[in-house]
C-alpha cells in the first residue's frame, strides 16, 4: 500500500520560515512525479510546486516562485518543500501528492495523497 505522509506544519511569523517533509512508504517506484498542494478556507487546492524525481526538474506557481523550494532526497523516499518569506495568504492545509506520468508537466493526474499538514502564517 502506497502512502504519503507530510510533517513539518505549524505557526510563524510572516517572514518566517518552514521546511515541510513528505516521506513515502509502500512507493511504487514508478510514481516519478511529485508535487505539494495546499487549500485554504473556502478556497480550491491549488498546485504549488512539483518536482519530475527522474530529472529534478522543477515548477512553481507564481506566488510562490522564488521563495519556495521543492527538493527529493537520493532515494526519491522523501520531498521537501523549503518554504521561505511566508506571508499570510500562505495560510493552508499543504498536500503531498505523486503520480506516475512519462512527463511530469501540469498539476492534473495526481493518484496518491497524504493527509495534509496545516500552515499558519500570522501577520
Known amino acids: 500500500q502506497v502512502q504519503l505522509v507530510e510533517s513539518g506544519g505549524g505557526s510563524v511569523q510572516a517572514g518566517g520560515s518552514l521546511r515541510l517533509s513528505c516521506g513515502a512508504s509502500?512507493?511504487?517506484?514508478?510514481?516519478?512525479?511529485m508535487a505539494w498542494f495546499r487549500q485554504a478556507p473556502g478556497k480550491e487546492r491549488e498546485g504549488v510546486a512539483r518536482?519530475?524525481?527522474?530529472?529534478?526538474?522543477?515548477y512553481y506557481t507564481d506566488s510562490v516562485r522564488g521563495r519556495f523550494t521543492i527538493s527529493a532526497d537520493d532515494d526519491k523516499r522523501t520531498v521537501y518543500l523549503q518554504m521561505n518569506s511566508l506571508k499570510p495568504e500562505d495560510t493552508a492545509m499543504y498536500y503531498c501528492?505523486?503520480?506516475?506520468?512519462?512527463?511530469?508537466?501540469?498539476?492534473?493526474?495526481?493518484?496518491?495523497w497524504g493527509q495534509g499538514t496545516q500552515v499558519t502564517v500570522s501577520s
Open positions: 518536482i519530475w524525481t527522474t530529472t529534478g526538474v522543477t
Open positions: 501528492a505523486a503520480k506516475a506520468s512519462v512527463f511530469c508537466g501540469g498539476w492534473d493526474g495526481y493518484d496518491t
Open positions: 509502500g512507493f511504487v517506484y514508478s510514481r516519478n512525479c
